[in-house]
């Protein structure tokens, strides 16, 4: 009987109840669709910030060179002598990372001893100039004409050749070149530069690498250079081994070669030194924690946890996570205290119109309670198709943000760009990384919607069955309809 | 005796004016009895009729049924006496739109929670009592009044009440559907012994009853109009009133 009248009573007011449907329906897929978004664009973010930063990391430090020790770089060259011109040259210069101080590995060891850190792993990053050409060899007899590979101060990092103004000297092109090196832990891969990297071909390096000449290079530096999985890479003169190929995701800082970090260290003579410390920490509440004792052990370290990394993101990526943090949100607690109200209102006048009927089943002896029920029941049976309706449109609207939505650009403006004006590389350390957004909707979210769906016809039959139970048996005798 | 009425009395307030709808009634009903209350429009008969079926309480005087003050009764007990003891008819049907005439028959059982198979059979029993076996797939809007007034007569006496109160039972219907259901009411008090009261204006219907009553502003009356003088005389003392002010 029950469901007999509910199913008749729904079908014979089926224009108002699918009104009532709709009304539900369209809150519960403006919070699906603005969830799968938020979502989504969290999903973008974590996308930056691990391309950016590594996967696990919860904090980075590494300690800003001072001033007076960046500058011009010097190749080891002296102006050159007539007899010199038109030789050949081919000079390089390994620098750790500039902008970036060394930091002695027993400070490594101490935050890695820190409580609430999990793992604690260095890594030195260089970079590695060369330069290679020709003397200049003047045409004129003048012996003042300065020779071009002096102006090469190289910090520039620039990849032109320096053919620069000096017209009257005839020229062969020089080269400079730059190769960044990162010097890895080989026994603790997981965290640190090669955390987000995938092995391409070849293998990765082991813990019996740490002393072996072995690396790993990018994908792009290997295309680049025609190198492949047992090719031979000389850097700095040493030969190194290439025992694997490896894909780092878009937009991080990668280096173009990895090598066991003691080969790094003896190349920039930096024995036992990092200049870049990779922290994780237990759980996501300490790091603040941890970050406060790290800056109390080196009150001069840059200490970055993924969160400022995440504020300095900007550009669209941190438009559209504001957008969906604050506009998002509140439009669908609007939406949804709107459908509900509407449900509810449209209920209540339903119940309005059926008082003789009501009525009637009151002078029948229908108990209060089974006239409530009967109105809840209809409208927990709009809640359902409610929700069908809701979550079949939210999920349409997710496929169409993630469809239509434009590419978003991450900015993170790094903070060594406030460093040393010499240390011009830091520049390109502001990384843009573009990320495609998609609107994952997952089947929590489709639960919470159809109980958000249900609850809104819990409401709209509470306020409808509320009505019902104060309709009193005696209404059944109105004579109006 | 089934109904015992003492000085029973019943106030509304009706856009801010009390409004004297029962005004000190006195009144014993015989089990069995077929009870015709007449009255103008106005006059509290409806009301009394509400009073006599629980569906309200009265707002003063004592309203025995067998034995028991129903103005001293909760909600949860007069909706239970109204499901075991009294049939209604009403002048609209007042038939769920939706349901057919079985289902319709059907919802006065189900405050019993009889099991379904047997609802349904007793409802089907009940329709072919008043004729209408064949037309028991029938949602309301697809039966004429007659038909309409039947299917509530079954649902009335389903569950085989001891008082059947009618209200108006024939005032939506042509004069010979009104004969057919008053015939029916009348054949079924005869078989069944059932005390079967009704309302109406209609002299005719009255003319049937075993016993008659007049109700006039709320007050019964010997005789009809008996009270007509003093209504005019009330009228003109409140024009007057209302003139002065």
């Known amino acids: 009987m029950f469901f007999t009248y509910v199913f008749r009573e729904l079908r014979r007011r089926h224009r108002q109840a699918l009104l009532t449907a709709m009304g539900l329906a369209v809150g519960v897929a403006l919070v699906v669709a603005v969830t799968a978004y938020a979502a989504g664009v969290g999903k973008a973010q974590t996308q930056v910030l691990q391309s950016l930063y590594g996967v696990g990391t919860d904090i980075t430090v590494s300690q800003q060179q001072k001033m007076d020790q960046s500058g011009a770089q010097k190749f080891g060259m002296q102006p050159p002598s007539q007899s010199k011109q038109g030789q050949k040259f081919n000079r390089s210069r390994v620098m750790t990372s500039p902008g970036q101080q060394s930091i002695s590995a027993t400070k490594l060891a101490q935050i890695a001893a820190l409580d609430g850190v999990s793992d604690a792993t260095g890594s030195l990053s260089m970079t590695i100039m060369n330069v290679q050409g020709k003397f200049a060899q003047a045409q004129s007899g003048s012996s003042s004409a300065a020779p071009s590979a002096s102006s090469q101060s190289s910090s520039s990092g620039s990849s032109s050749s320096g053919s620069s103004s000096q017209a009257q000297t005839q020229m062969s092109p020089i080269n400079v070149s730059q190769l960044s090196v990162s010097g890895v832990d080989t026994a603790d891969l997981a965290l640190g530069p090669l955390s987000s990297a995938q092995v391409a071909s070849g293998r990765s390096l082991t813990s019996a690498d740490s002393t072996s000449r072995v690396a790993l290079i990018t994908k792009a530096y290997a295309k680049q250079n025609s190198l492949a999985v047992g090719g031979v890479k000389k850097i700095d003169g040493k030969k190194f081994t290439v025992v694997g190929i490896v894909a780092l995701p878009a937009g991080s800082t990668s280096s173009d070669i990895y090598i066991p970090l003691s080969w790094a260290q003896k190349l920039s003579d930096n024995t036992n030194k990092v200049n870049q410390i990779y922290v994780k920490a237990d759980s996501a509440s300490v790091i603040a924690g941890v970050k406060a004792e790290i800056k109390q052990l080196m009150p001069k370290a840059t200490v970055t946890t993924s969160s400022d990394l995440a504020s300095q993101v900007s550009g669209s990526l941190s438009s559209a996570s504001t957008l969906a943090d604050r506009l998002g949100k509140w439009l669908a607690i609007a939406a949804l205290i709107a459908s509900f109200a509407v449900a509810s209102l449209l209920t209540v006048s339903a119940v309005s119109r059926r008082v003789r009927e009501f009525g009637t089943l009151k002078a029948l002896g229908w108990k209060g309670r089974r006239v409530v029920g009967q109105v809840l029941g209809e409208s927990m049976v709009q809640g359902v198709i409610g929700a069908v309706i809701g979550v079949g449109l939210g999920i349409l609207g997710a496929k169409l943000i993630a469809a239509f939505s434009p590419a978003l650009k991450a900015t993170l403006a790094s903070a060594a760009q406030n460093g040393p004006p010499g240390a011009q590389q830091a520049a390109s350390a502001a990384q843009a990384v573009t990320v495609n957004l998609t609107a994952p909707v997952s089947l929590e979210l489709i639960a919470v919607a159809v109980g958000l769906a249900l609850a809104g016809a819990l409401v709209a039959g509470a306020f409808g069955g509320w009505r019902a139970s104060r309709l009193r048996p005696a209404d059944a005798l109105r004579r109006v309809d | ?200 204006h209609d002299t005719w219907v009255a003319s049937r ?21 003093e209504l005019d005389d009330q009228f003109l003392a409140e024009a007057m009133t209302a003139g002065a002010a």
């Open chain 2, 209 to 229: 009853a075993s016993r008659r009553i007049w109700l006039d502003a709320g007050r019964l009356e010997e005789q009809p109009g008996a009270g007509r003088v």
């Open chain 2, 1 to 200: 005796m089934l109904y015992e009425l003492t000085d029973v009395t019943k106030r509304y307030t009706q856009r801010r004016k009390q409004v004297n709808a029962l005004d000190g009634v006195d009144l014993a009903i015989d089990e069995g009895e077929f009870l015709a209350i007449q009255g103008s429009t106005g006059s509290g008969k409806t009301t009394l009729l509400q009073m006599l079926g629980a569906m309200d309480r009265p707002s003063g005087g004592k309203l025995d049924f067998e034995g028991r003050d129903l103005a001293k009764m909760g909600e949860r007990d007069l909706s239970e006496l109204r499901s075991h003891s009294f049939g209604f008819i009403f002048q609209g049907f007042n038939l769920i739109p939706t349901l057919t005439a079985q289902e319709n028959v059907e919802t006065a059982l189900v405050p019993w929670h009889t099991h379904a198979d047997e609802r349904r059979r007793r409802a089907a029993e009940a329709l072919g009592g008043v004729g209408l076996a064949d037309r028991a797939r029938h949602i309301p809007s697809e039966l004429s009044g007659g038909e309409q007034q039947r299917v509530a007569i079954a649902r009335a006496l389903v569950r085989a009440p001891r008082v059947i109160l009618a209200d108006e039972p024939t005032g939506n219907l042509d004069e010979r559907t009104r004969d057919d259901i008053i015939g029916l009411l009348e054949q079924l008090w005869r078989e069944r012994g059932q005390t079967l009261i009704v309302v109406t």
